[in-house]
């Protein structure tokens, strides 16, 4: 059985994602697909970016 590795993002890629669904021209399902992340994934870095928008 091949073992799965955890696969590990870079700020600049989150930041990319993050900022593409806040636009909301494509939807999170579409984002996922294209970017092969998970949704879920991407509604947290969407959520932490606007989090740490103040700081920015």
Do not use: C
């Amino acid at each position: 059985m091949k073992k799965k590795t955890q696969r590990t993002f870079s700020a600049a890629f989150k930041a990319e994602v993050a900022l593409e669904a806040i636009k909301g021209i494509k939807t999170i399902s579409e984002l996922s697909q294209e970017y092969e992340v998970h949704p879920v994934q991407i509604n947290s870095w969407k959520k932490e970016f606007l989090a740490r928008l103040s700081d920015i």
